[in-house]
């Protein structure tokens, strides 16, 4: 499997929460750093936050302090906590593996890939 595989979207009340998951095949082996975007219609795919393999997240101004990236590096999943959701956080939410430490071909054909996405929708 090339492509992550996100999971978790929903329709939500503002200031309701939902988890995003992404499972990346071969996590743990290639070490990624994994990123979480999303893109609402009619607007570019944006950053919404990162998690190096390390453990060191970073976030986009506009979720700060109500998201939350984690990893399970034995599970090959990236989590995203979304609480105190509001409309405006309405959009298709992708992950996607930025690097690797590994030379292999099989970890390095996996950087840049998209999945499929996953919807969240929020209403006010």
């Known amino acids: 499997q090339v492509q992550p595989v996100e999971s978790g979207g929903g329709s939500v009340q503002a200031g309701g929460s939902l988890r995003l998951s992404c499972v990346v095949s071969d996590y743990s082996y290639c070490r990624y750093d994994m990123s979480w975007y999303r893109q609402a219609p009619g607007n570019e795919r944006e950053f919404v936050s990162s998690i190096a393999i390390d453990g060191v997240t970073t976030y986009a101004d506009s979720v700060k302090g109500r998201f939350t990236i984690s990893q399970d590096i034995a599970e090959n999943t990236v989590f995203l906590r979304m609480n105190s959701l509001k409309p405006e956080d309405t959009a298709m939410y992708y992950c996607?593996?930025?690097?690797?430490?590994?030379?292999?071909?099989?970890?390095?054909?996996?950087?840049?890939?998209w999945g499929q996405g996953t919807l969240v929708t929020v209403s006010s």
């Open positions: 996607q593996a930025n690097k690797s430490p590994r030379g292999d071909i099989s970890c390095r054909r996996r950087l840049g890939a």
